[in-house]
């Protein structure tokens, strides 16, 4: 009888402990992959900033060439560099879910993580997803404001003199670090969410 409650006992851990594993590396791929997009396209749309605020005006056509920047912009640019911030310690608990699936399969028991401390990972990964995704939709909306403010200030069929009123493919790059980084956080909440409500189960 202490034998066979041994066996179940065992094959139970090598469940959760296959189950912690799985969810562990896939959340972390898609949360280091979708995280990877955010950071490289605000990179590029920083630069491309930075780069556009160093134009200067064309004297022989009295023409300002420098397209300006809109202050919404680098409201949504705080946001998306929070939510990566957020992002990275989500990624940080995926990786720790992936050393307590090693820890529960090991044959020494006392190697064992406890419940607790597992179920607590979880719940603060799930916290630190949903987090990260209000900061990302925060930048998200900010951004897409801006761009639609853009576009209903553009008068149709004349050409635009003032570069402020421009939609440029910078602005949409912070629109897209944005929703990349939503996606991101959102794999990260609903992986630690569901091995969560496994467990609890």
């Known amino acids: ?5 041994k066996q179940s006992l065992e094959a139970k851990l ?3 402990g296959n189950v912690l594993r799985l969810t562990g590396w896939v959340g972390l791929s898609l949360q280091i992959g979708f995280g990877a997009i955010s950071v490289l396209l605000l990179m590029f749309a920083i630069a491309g900033r930075s780069f556009s605020q160093n134009t200067a005006v064309l004297p022989s056509v009295g023409v300002n060439v420098n397209p ?3 202050p919404g912009i680098g409201v949504g640019i705080f946001w998306a560099v929070c939510g ?3 992002l990275l310690g989500g990624i940080y608990l ?14 020494d028991t006392m190697k064992h993580p406890a419940k607790s401390e597992v179920m607590n990972v979880l719940r603060l990964g799930a916290i630190v997803g949903l987090v ?3 900061l990302t939709i ?9 761009l639609l403010s853009k576009a209903i200030s553009q008068p149709q069929g004349v050409a635009i003199y003032d570069p402020t009123r421009m939609i440029r ?3 949409i790059m912070v629109a897209m670090a944005n929703m990349s980084g939503i996606a991101a956080n959102f794999v990260g909440a609903v992986a630690s969410l569901s091995v969560f409500e496994w467990l609890h189960r």
Do not use: C, N, P
């Not at 009888?1 to 409650?5: C, K």
């Open 84 to 86: 990566i911030l957020a």
């Open 132 to 134: 990260g995704m209000l």
């Open 169 to 171: 493919s910078i602005d």
């Open 14 to 16: 090598e469940r959760i």
């Open 1 to 5: 009888m202490q034998m066979a409650e």
């Open 68 to 70: 300006g920047t809109a």
């Open 138 to 146: 925060l930048g998200g909306g900010a951004t897409l404001g801006v």
């Open 94 to 107: 995926a990786f720790l879910q992936t050393r307590f699936s090693k820890r529960l399969r090991h044959a």
